[in-house]
């Protein structure tokens, strides 16, 4: 998608069936939206695109009868700033990105209704009641399963079977790094992999655990996310793998685009597009304490060639037939229908 086509899109000049515009004919709503990252990550627009895509195909048109008011949070200072303010904009609804993100909103707000999307155990960082029934204003889309995290060690060692050093990148005072680490430690043993924690407390602490790591060999990195304290230094962490020669796996997909080795998660955007259904029943009428929260329907993984080519890594044809891309060089292979 290119820049005219995407200002496009958000200005919602894209011609809708005339239809669809009376059926949404009346006053202009208003939704916010928090995102746990910046504007200038690699992915942002194309998310923001499939948002108001999802909802012009539902009959709401950005900047026709609905309007959005973004806020990009990086740090605990802009999530609870920016949810004041956008609590304080009273919009009809809220789409949000992370737990992080949830808590901020709900400590301006207990009646607002806020859509999640891509985000880890919304249960245990007190988003919602339960999956089935969240019971509150929020609900949404979660991210991943802990028990995930094993199989970034599991493609870890099958992308680089020498391996047996580990250090896992993680924020352990949210539930997606304690949690994920835990599910790592719990089949590190059957892969034969030593681990090594490392935090993410600022730029510099990652450079200098990382190098401490890599001065033995063997080694290799997992990035436990998506989490919105680890996304601000995705460039850094890219750049560390190369630079100390670590095969690396990543959750979100803007890594491999940077230059990484592999990822595995759910497909983010798909999650954009989804979250404009649940936002379309409640300005409709419906509560968020009524939808139920889901799990992800689509997963992608995704491997960058020319970096395993220059870590010395020959990737199994096993692995690159259950790929569902495969960069190149400038190109990138579609797989269709493998997974």
Do not use: C
Not at 91 to 120: E, H, K, N, W, Y
Not at 171 to 178: E, L, N, Q, T
């Amino acid at each position: 998608m290119n820049r005219r086509e995407f200002i496009t899109l958000l200005g919602g000049a894209v011609a809708w069936p005339l239809a669809a515009r009376a059926q949404q004919a009346g006053r202009m709503r208003r939704i916010g939206a928090l995102m746990a990252f910046a504007a200038d990550l690699p992915e942002a627009p194309v998310r923001v695109a499939a948002l108001a895509q999802g909802l012009q195909e539902l009959g709401w048109t950005v900047g026709g009868n609905v309007r959005i008011d973004y806020r990009w949070a990086t740090s605990d200072a802009d999530r609870s700033r920016y949810a004041a303010e956008l609590v304080a904009l009273a919009p009809d609804v809220i789409l949000t990105t992370a737990g992080s993100t949830v808590g901020a909103l709900q400590q301006a707000s207990r009646t607002v209704p806020i859509v999640f999307v891509t985000t880890v155990d919304p249960v245990g960082g007190g988003g919602v009641a339960s999956l089935a029934r969240p019971g509150g204003n929020a609900t949404g889309f979660t991210a991943f399963e802990f028990s995930m995290s094993g199989k970034w060690l599991e493609l870890l060692k099958e992308v680089a079977p020498g391996v047996k050093r580990v250090a896992v990148i993680r924020d352990p005072a949210v539930p997606a790094g304690s949690g994920g680490f835990a599910a790592i430690q719990t089949v590190a043993p059957s892969f034969g992999v030593e681990l090594t924690p490392v935090g993410v407390r600022d730029a510099g602490e990652i450079e200098r655990d990382v190098a401490a790591f890599a001065r033995a060999a063997n080694g290799g990195l997992i990035i436990v996310g998506p989490v919105s304290s680890i996304a601000p230094h995705h460039k850094l962490i890219v750049a560390l793998a190369a630079r100390h020669r670590l095969p690396a796996v990543y959750g979100p997909r803007f890594y491999v685009a940077d230059g990484g080795l592999i990822s595995y998660g759910p497909d983010a955007i798909d999650q954009y597009r989804r979250a404009a259904g649940y936002i379309d029943r409640i300005l409709k009428g419906e509560k968020p304490a009524d939808l139920p929260v889901q799990a992800p329907t689509k997963y992608e993984l995704v491997i960058n060639l020319k970096t395993a080519r220059a870590l010395g890594l020959d990737v199994p044809p096993t692995l690159l037939v259950r790929a569902d891309e495969v960069i190149e060089s400038a190109t990138v292979i579609l797989w269709q229908g493998n997974r």
